[in-house]
């Protein structure tokens, strides 16, 4: 293992102490409110979302009871539409992506040599308005009107006349809050990626990991505008009897399925592309290679993310499109197979030339491929128009869609927290445990969701609180049942390994899997300013340049300082020459105040609180002044 | 009325008719491909891991492996593809609604029940029924899907793919059934707190028996027998009549299924239940308790009252 270790010759005595009185943040609770460390903001990410993911699948585990034979009665109807709605609304929008936000934000400065994301305090904003539109969204079971409609919503049944509760009216004003969070946060990374580069850190160099939460970012500015629009229009129509998709006004209930789906189906590589760069960043370290065809997988990400938006329409076939339509969307479907295919032969090409080292991290890379190709070669089936007729809206697209969502992003994500948490914390999670953390997962997965292919293939359909004895769909779901049990009980074991390495874990260093970018060139956890010098940067592999031997030079450990206050560099955008000294701003609590007033008006418009919203309105508006006085 | 088979699992690859032939011979390609597709990279994935491992191995960029992703990634893949792709166009073609029907029925979705209607072009009558599906064998019938309220979709996994009814839509669909049986059918979209309650059930009869079953469902309820009279007084004058239709009697109501011939039926209330006495008996007594979304109030009748309503619903064949 070879450690770049900082030497201190070069530099003016005092240095890190100096920058880490500038940097560090407020203690007490002040600084807890008001920091702006994307560390920090990363792991509340990270911790929230987990959370989220946690309540998410304690949902599915009482529908999987209930499930578990045909006519039970552990749930009402109510009861059942609500959990999967909620279900499915955790896991989309409060788990599978802010998992990967919290990465991005305590990875992203480490992995590009800067000191922080390039709007700390806009970070902040994002944080808060996504745990508040998460606790806003759980508030609705409070009053026993959590969101019972389906992630999806479909008109009419979501219109006052079907859906009179406020069940509807917290998923509408939920997810608007939270497309604040996701747009703030999408412009964030963005802006980041283009300016806040170490020099040298061309575009070709950047880890695999931000191609994919770049793409993403801007896939989240072009999609999530249709997914706002609907759920003001949803909103308008309950509330103040507006006509969108009212047939008898000219009104169409199709239009709500485009535009959810033109939002829908890009958000489903939104939360699977950065997992997947995830991967192709730490599957190399433990095949000692670098990644195979780079350039295919940087491609592959950007067009996987351009074609998403022509396929949105798949998620419709059954709804009377003419052919010419379905034909068009079922080849662009297929087309967005082969940027996959190109990844999945990436890494197989990896793990095929390199000299494989086997630790969790690896285990779940090898068994996110696996996964992977399940997931996808059902999504082709789907893409089948006329095959589709029959698996649409059955447990084959539930299979299907938990293929790609547990097995790109959840086996991705806890591989690399096995990878990364120890960046974080300073200690490692157990090996030993670890590895029985992985089988028992990917057991369980397979145990619950291989049979459900079949269920949808012997007919049963989605979203069905109970169903009939005797039409052979009792054994399956009762293996399904226990499927999902054991699977959980894997993810009790992640949790209890992250537990007992708090304590226990040995200390991990700098660089505990001799892993080649620039995070491990500091200390773990890292100090608050991340790097004492801006590194310079030569290569993709700025830590492996010796073993490589190919004549790059990376600079870890001169370079500028910037310890005149709060500042980084910034850089051009293409080729990261330095062009300016960028001062950060110091710890704030207008993020927070501003994300609370927000979510005051949210409520407000809950209520018809018309005061109350124009008093969160206003107040919003003063918060906003007072965080850009000068 | 004794049925020529007993429902059995709706496997949508064992297709009963040429609605839905094409779609499984697709669908048995498809996973073909699917299953040999994630074996070979199974395979390789375990192969890779394991052939060249080695604890502690130093960092070097060994072979180039652009070979993968160019034949794996890129030209297998394509071929593939093509191949899907070319097999769904053929099978959109040999899946669309034939311009000839033997018959064409009206197909209503309510929540949580289907309203099914033969138009007879002739007479121009209606004749309507609920939650089953009469079809001649051998012949397309053509079927003109629309909706009460919501969003469903028409599904007999055996017989064809899923039809949605969509508001302010009208949606064409067929089905053909080779030989005489009972077909099992459901909502494929989700509509809401019954869903899972809304199924319904496609009797396949030969053209001479689906005829006399039409002729029989024309005919207006007869007139009550002596033991029945008290019972279709509680019916036609009471509650029932706000909601159902009885032709032939004074009960004209159309929120709920028209029970004019309901002792006919297999199922009550959308696949909640058997259609015998004791089903009959528990679904008016307290429907919530089987159903519990279903806008079917309990009436409140007393036992002698729930026993008349019973054997008069019982005699309407």
């Not at chain 1, 896991?91 to 590009?112: E, V």
């Not at chain 1, 969070?181 to 580069?197: D, E, H, L, P």
């Not at chain 1, 990991?209 to 072009?222: E, I, K, P």
């Amino acid at each position: 293992m070879t450690v770049t270790t900082i030497t201190p010759d070069q530099r003016s005595a005092g240095l890190e102490e100096r920058l880490e009185r500038i940097w560090e943040t407020a203690p007490g609770l002040l600084g807890v409110l008001g920091t702006v460390d994307h560390k920090a903001i990363g792991k509340r990410y990270l911790a929230t979302a987990f959370l989220f993911l946690i309540l998410g699948g304690l949902e599915a585990s009482a529908m999987r009871l209930q499930l578990a034979g045909p006519e039970r009665h552990l749930l009402g109807p109510e009861q059942y539409n609500q959990l999967f709605t909620m279900h499915g609304v955790t896991m989309i929008f409060l788990y599978a992506s802010p998992i990967l936000s919290g990465f991005s934000n305590f990875l992203w400065p480490l992995l590009l040599g800067s000191r922080d994301m390039a709007f700390p305090r806009l970070n902040a904003l994002s944080y808060w308005v996504f745990l508040f539109a998460g606790l806003f969204l759980y508030s609705s079971f409070l009053v026993g009107q959590a969101p019972d409609r389906g992630w999806f919503a479909y008109v009419p049944l979501t219109e006052a006349a079907y859906s009179p509760g406020l069940n509807m009216d917290f998923y509408a004003l939920g997810l608007i809050l939270l497309t604040v969070s996701t747009t703030v946060g999408a412009i964030n990374f963005i802006v980041t990626a283009f300016t806040m580069r170490a020099p040298g850190m061309s575009v070709n160099r950047l880890p695999i990991f931000m191609w994919g939460t770049l793409t993403t970012s801007f896939a989240v500015l072009f999609a999530l505008p249709a997914l706002t629009v609907a759920c003001v229009f949803l909103y308008f129509d309950r509330r103040f009897g507006m006509h969108f998709f009212d047939t008898a006004a000219g009104g169409h209930p199709l239009l709500w399925q485009h535009l959810f789906w033109i939002f829908g189906h890009p958000w489903v590589y939104i939360i699977v592309l950065p997992a997947m760069g995830m991967v192709s960043d730490y599957l190399p370290v433990f095949c000692r290679r670098p990644l195979v065809g780079y350039t295919f997988v940087a491609l592959a990400t950007v067009s996987t993310g351009i074609l998403g938006f022509g396929v949105w329409a798949h998620h419709m076939f059954a709804t009377g499109l003419p052919p010419v339509s379905t034909t068009f969307f079922s080849a662009a479907s297929m087309v967005i197979t082969l940027p996959s295919a190109v990844a999945v032969f990436a890494w197989i090409a990896t793990i095929w030339h390199g000299r494989p080292v086997v630790r969790t991290p690896f285990l779940f890379a090898a068994g996110f491929v696996v996964l992977f190709v399940i997931g996808g070669v059902s999504g082709v089936a789907t893409a089948a128009v006329p095959f589709d007729w029959q698996l649409t809206d059955t447990y084959f697209v539930v299979a299907h869609l938990h293929y790609v969502l547990i097995g790109i992003n959840l086996f991705a994500v806890i591989g690399a927290f096995y990878f990364w948490l120890p960046k974080m914390t300073g200690r490692m999670l157990s090996e030993r445990l670890g590895r029985w953390n992985f089988w028992i997962m990917f057991v369980g997965f397979n145990l619950a969701f291989l049979p459900m292919h079949v269920t949808g293939l012997m007919g049963m359909p989605r979203r069905i609180y109970t169903y009939p004895a005797g039409l052979g769909w009792d054994t399956l779901n009762l293996i399904s049942t226990i499927g999902s049990f054991v699977f959980a009980f894997g993810i009790l074991l992640f949790l209890v390994n992250v537990w007992w390495s708090r304590r226990h874990g040995t200390l991990a260093g700098p660089n505990p899997w001799d892993a080649p970018t620039l995070e491990w060139s500091i200390p773990s956890p890292p100090p608050p300013y991340n790097f004492a010098v801006i590194p310079t940067v030569e290569s993709r592999h700025p830590l492996w340049e010796a073993e490589l031997g190919e004549g790059a030079r990376s600079k870890l450990d001169v370079g500028p300082t910037l310890d005149q206050g709060r500042e980084t560099l910034g850089t051009s955008a293409l080729d990261a020459e330095p062009e300016q000294v960028l001062r950060m701003p110091e710890d704030s609590l207008w993020p927070l105040l501003l994300g609370l007033a927000l979510t005051v008006t949210a409520y407000g418009l809950l209520i018809s609180g018309w005061w109350i919203a124009g008093a969160g309105g206003a107040l919003s508006i003063v918060f906003v002044a007072g965080w850009l006085w000068p | 009325m004794i049925l020529p088979r007993t429902v059995q699992t709706p496997v949508m690859l064992h297709p009963a008719g040429p609605a839905a032939s094409p779609l499984a011979s697709l669908g048995w390609v498809l996973l073909g491909i699917s299953v040999v597709v994630v074996l070979v990279v199974s395979v390789l994935v375990l192969v890779a891991a394991l052939r060249a491992r080695q604890e502690g191995a130093a960092v070097s960029r060994s072979g180039q492996g652009l070979t993968w992703i160019v034949v794996g990634g890129l030209a297998v893949p394509a071929v593939i593809l093509t191949f899907v792709f070319v097999l769904t166009v053929r099978t959109l073609g040999a899946a669309a609604v034939p311009s000839h029907s033997a018959a064409t029925i009206e197909v209503v979705g309510h929540r949580w029940w289907w309203e099914v209607r033969y138009r007879d072009s002739l007479s121009a009558s209606i004749t309507t029924t609920a939650n089953e599906l009469h079809v001649p064998t051998g012949q397309p019938v053509r079927l003109e899907l629309s909706t009460a309220d919501v969003i469903h979709s028409f599904w007999v996994p055996e017989l064809a793919g899923k039809t949605d009814l969509i508001p302010g839509q009208h949606n064409v669909a067929w089905v053909q059934a080779d030989h005489p049986g009972v077909y099992w059918g459901t909502c494929g979209e989700y509509c809401g707190l019954e869903h899972a309650r809304m199924q319904l059930t496609v009797v396949a009869e030969s053209p001479a028996a689906f005829r006399r079953w039409l002729d029989q469902q024309r005919q207006p309820a007869g007139l009550a027998s002596a033991s029945a009279m008290a019972g279709q007084a509680l019916v036609t004058d009471g509650a029932c009549a706000l909601c159902h239709t009885i032709r032939g009697t004074a009960a004209g109501g159309a929120l709920g299924p028209d029970l004019t011939h309901v002792a006919s039926r297999r199922m009550l209330a959308a696949g909640t239940v058997a259609n015998t006495r004791g089903g009959l008996a528990a679904w008016i007594a307290n429907p919530h308790a089987l159903k519990p979304g279903t806008a079917m109030p309990a009436v409140g009748l007393s036992g002698p009252e729930l026993q008349a309503v019973v054997a008069y619903l019982e005699t309407l064949r």
